[in-house]
Nanobody, 121 residues
Framework: VQLQASGGGLVQAGGSLRLSCSAS???????????MAWLRQAPGKEREFVAS????????EYTDSVKGRFTISRDNAKQMGYLQMNSLKSEDTAVYYC????????????WGQGTLVTVSS
């Protein structure tokens, strides 16, 4: 499975961005079999969990720092995942990655290339 994250960029604090995660054509019909997550890695810090959503679009989960500001979603028919980020803060600056894992597993099996989000204060 090949994933590609996109939609990052430079935004002022308080602004919004929508990240997208697309799966390559040859992953057709299996994208929807995996739970999807967004993770991020800020400069000089370890990669951290941001949000996840189950294979069928249910059970969204968020790290505390983004609750109420970020929304994860997916469209299995289009093989797309999304992360709507509102009220961005400077501490949200990071490279954002989308990843897939089997339900019940703690290990992300497939990763996409990251997209850089820079929030200026």
């Amino acid at each position: 499975v090949q994933l590609q994250a996109s939609g990052g960029g430079l935004v002022q604090a308080g602004g919004s961005l929508r990240l997208s995660c697309s799966a390559s054509e040859h992953t057709f019909s299996i994208f929807g079999l995996f739970d999807m997550a967004w993770l991020r890695q800020a400069p000089g810090k370890e990669r951290e969990f941001v949000a996840s959503i189950s294979w069928n679009g249910g059970w969204p989960e968020y790290t505390d720092s983004v609750k109420g500001r970020f929304t994860i979603s997916r469209d299995n028919a289009k093989q797309m995942g999304y992360l709507q980020m509102n009220s961005l803060k400077s501490e949200d600056t990071a490279v954002y990655y989308c990843a897939l894992k089997s339900s019940g597993s703690n290990t992300y099996t497939y990763w996409g290339q990251g997209t850089l989000v820079t929030v200026s204060s």
